[in-house]
């Protein structure tokens, strides 16, 4: 790793007078050019920033820290039933929280994430923006399409991790587990610009498909940070549950996994349900035909 410079930020307009942009933005080389020159990137908790940069796939200028930034990290319940997680919350927090508790696919989702020791540093906006894990794309020896390239390498290479659904030019599959949950909750996302101006979006809609565009899997702005996951409030009788498969029992990702929420009516039969798959295609993909091809329209 080269040297870079270190920035404490307190607030989300000093992230952008810093002249912070996307980490996508900065990975992106065309005719041998980084789109973006001697980068400035934020970090949270950093666990993949710094495997980019140890992998000599990201070498930035400056490195600005969310961490001093006042109430990202909170978990709080709203009015009209609504939970709030800051988006410093930790995967270990979100994993033990009782304001989470209820939403349990996705405490469950946390609860095997990673290792503990990554789980306690490891931050919600962190795992939700973090870069697909491919071989190719984290290989400084394959200039693949997600980079910059021409050439998505697994279609024509080993891809036995690869997507099986939505990957027309680009094989990754969505790296984080937490997002299969989230989405089945039909989250929200916070993002917050340099004059503190907030834009809320759907989780689903906040990620985007190689069809969209090839070189990032989010519609994260230059100078916007994601300050906070919005959940819904739980329908009487919403019952859940995420399902991880990998080939060990700890600390690996996932093979596929699942995550479902079920509403029930007052004689317990099922009047909704959301299944959304992870570890299956570039973005968590809602499995329409299994939960209801009405489920998204329900939840409007």
């Known amino acids: 790793m080269r040297p870079f410079e270190w920035i404490e930020a307190a607030s989300s307009a000093e992230v952008t007078a810093a002249g912070a942009t996307t980490v996508a933005d900065a990975m992106v080389m065309t005719n041998g050019h980084r789109k973006v020159s001697d980068p400035t990137v934020v970090k949270a908790g950093g666990i993949d920033l710094l495997d980019l940069m140890k992998e000599e796939l990201l070498q930035p200028r400056r490195i600005v820290n969310l961490r001093g930034i006042a109430g990202l990290d909170k978990i709080a319940g709203q009015e009209g039933g609504r939970l709030r997680l800051g988006a410093l919350a930790t995967v270990a927090q979100l994993a033990v929280d009782p304001l989470v508790r209820p939403y349990a696919a996705?405490?469950?989702?946390?609860?095997?994430?990673?290792?503990?020791?990554?789980?306690?540093?490891?931050?919600?906006?962190?795992?939700?923006?973090?870069?697909?894990?491919?071989?190719?794309?984290?290989?400084?020896?394959?200039?693949?399409v997600r980079k910059g390239g021409e050439t998505c390498f697994a279609f024509g290479g080993e891809n036995q991790y690869h997507?099986?659904?939505?990957?027309?030019?680009?094989?990754?599959?969505?790296?984080?587990?937490?997002?299969?949950?989230?989405?089945?909750?039909?989250?929200?996302?916070?993002?917050?610009?340099?004059?503190?101006?907030?834009?809320?979006?759907?989780?689903?809609?906040?990620?985007?498909?190689?069809?969209?565009?090839?070189?990032?899997?989010?519609?994260?702005?230059?100078?916007?940070?994601?300050?906070?996951?919005?959940?819904?409030?739980?329908?009487?009788?919403?019952?859940?549950?995420?399902?991880?498969?990998?080939?060990?029992?700890?600390?690996?990702?996932?093979?596929?996994?699942?995550?479902?929420?079920?509403?029930?009516?007052?004689?317990?039969?099922?009047?909704?349900?959301?299944?959304?798959l992870g570890a299956a295609a570039p973005v968590p993909h809602r499995a329409r035909s299994a939960g209801g091809g009405a489920a998204r329209q329900a939840a409007q």
Do not use: M
């Not at 469950?108 to 794309?137: E, H, K, M």
């Not at 809609?205 to 996951?229: K, M, Q």
């Open 106 to 144: 996705l405490a469950d989702a946390a609860r095997n994430a990673a290792s503990p020791q990554i789980r306690n540093v490891a931050t919600l906006g962190g795992n939700l923006l973090q870069r697909p894990r491919c071989w190719y794309f984290r290989s400084v020896h394959h200039h693949c």
């Open 163 to 276: 997507a099986i659904f939505d990957h027309r030019g680009c094989a990754i599959v969505h790296p984080s587990t937490l997002a299969t949950a989230l989405v089945a909750f039909d989250a929200r996302i916070e993002l917050t610009d340099a004059a503190e101006a907030k834009r809320e979006t759907a989780l689903e809609e906040f990620f985007v498909l190689p069809t969209r565009d090839p070189h990032r899997e989010n519609d994260l702005r230059a100078g916007e940070i994601v300050s906070a996951v919005l959940l819904p409030k739980l329908a009487a009788g919403a019952r859940s549950a995420h399902l991880k498969q990998a080939e060990k029992e700890s600390f690996d990702w996932p093979i596929a996994d699942v995550a479902v929420v079920l509403e029930a009516d007052a004689q317990g039969l099922c009047r909704r349900a959301s299944v959304v």
